[in-house]
């Protein structure tokens, strides 16, 4: 196999669509294969230097510090949160296991607390404690945008002695030869802009049977609060990633080939193979398929639901952030890609599209 320059070229050309067009200020794209870096261009107001806040694409970055301590088995994800913050078991929590929070079954989906708050221990396990079930652990799936990564970024604390944002670029980012990404990162992150308008009821209506959607804790002003230095400096683990498209296509290519032994390859195996969670989304009824802090795309025909649109594997992995933010890995094809853009468009039902375009063209990018 190799690469398809054309479909290259077609997949920057997409990238720099709507910049052109004035929807979005800047976009960035990557795609690397079979371990190097292939295409990396930027559009817009922004540059190859200029680093996006990725929201949440930046759990995987968590996770993949989580695999490398379930490897040293300092954490086993069967085990009870308790047995790891006995602070945590308060109203009803104590059942709660490691497992379901990674896989968002945990039961406390907007469970509240503030990046300042979450800078410390202290002020998270004060959180942790008044925090309530909306449902009963395990029993169904909804996304928790920022929760349960806090509890993720405490168990990571708790057993290693070291801040959590160090052991991430200590286990995670510094072994894939990548930048600290996660709290005092050196960079202030391109400003986040809300672009476009939103869906009408009709057009939701059509998409989804709703005619308007949930609320949720991300909402604009949520989102637009990452343009704060003192939110970026805390280094949100659910979602206040730093970083390059490249710094994302590259972290999957580590996922892919596990370079230099960074993770336990029985771990690692696990966590790119075992859907642990099939449970349906909640708007879209559609299969979570999620593993220990990875989306896989699936055989279901759907994986565009998942945000690795239409052409990749169904062994590809990877995981999205909010307004339009792309990132995965095909281990199939060797390819992985990564975009970024900090154009917060609101007009979810456009932003889906655009990722499924993005992601279906860079999905043929290698020859058979």
């Known amino acids: 196999m190799g690469i398809d320059q054309a479909a290259v070229q077609k997949l920057l050309d997409r990238a720099q669509r709507e910049v052109d067009e004035g929807l979005l200020p800047a976009s960035q794209v990557a795609l690397a294969y079979q371990g190097d870096l292939v295409a990396f261009e930027t559009y817009g107001d922004a540059t190859n230097d200029t680093r ?15 695999w490398a301590l ?56 004060e959180a942790f404690a008044k925090w309530r079930l909306n449902w009963q652990p395990g029993t169904r799936f909804e996304y928790h945008p920022s929760s349960a990564h806090w509890v993720l970024a405490e168990i990571i604390e ?41 869906a009408s009821p009709d057009e939701l209506e059509a998409a989804f049977g709703v005619r308007e959607l949930p609320v949720t804790e991300v909402t604009d002003d949520a989102l637009m609060g990452f343009n704060r230095p003192e939110v970026q400096r805390v280094g949100i683990p659910g979602g206040g990633g730093v970083m390059r498209a490249a710094d994302l296509a590259m972290y999957y290519q580590a996922v892919l080939h596990n370079p230099a032994g960074m993770w336990h390859a029985d771990v690692l195996h696990d966590a790119k193979t075992n859907v642990r969670n099939r449970l349906p989304d909640l708007l879209t009824g559609v299969q979570s398929n999620r593993t220990l802090g990875l989306v896989q795309a699936g055989d279901d025909g759907k994986s565009n639901y998942r945000g690795m649109g239409r052409t990749v594997s169904p062994l590809t992995v990877g995981h999205n952030g909010a307004k339009g933010q792309i990132a995965w890995g095909d281990p199939v094809s060797g390819l992985s890609l990564g975009y970024c853009t900090n154009g917060l468009d609101e007009n979810v039902l456009r932003e889906s599209r655009r990722t499924t375009a993005i992601g279906s063209i860079a999905g043929v990018c290698a020859t058979s």
């Open 52 to 66: 996006f806040i990725v929201y949440s694409a930046t759990k995987t970055f968590v996770a993949g510090a989580m």
């Open 70 to 125: 379930i490897g040293d088995g300092l954490v086993d994800p069967m085990r009870l949160v308790t047995d790891y913050i006995p602070e945590f078991g308060t109203n009803g929590k104590e059942i709660i296991t490691v497992e379901q929070v990674m896989l968002h079954t945990s039961g406390f989906p907007s469970a509240p607390l503030s990046g300042p708050a979450g800078d410390t221990s202290a002020g998270r396990t």
């Open 158 to 198: 708790r057993v290693t002695g070291v801040d959590y944002r160090t052991v991430v670029q200590d286990r995670v980012t510094t072994p894939a030869g990548l930048p600290r990404v996660l709290g005092d990162v050196p960079h202030v992150a391109a400003e986040l802009i809300l672009v476009g308008e939103q």
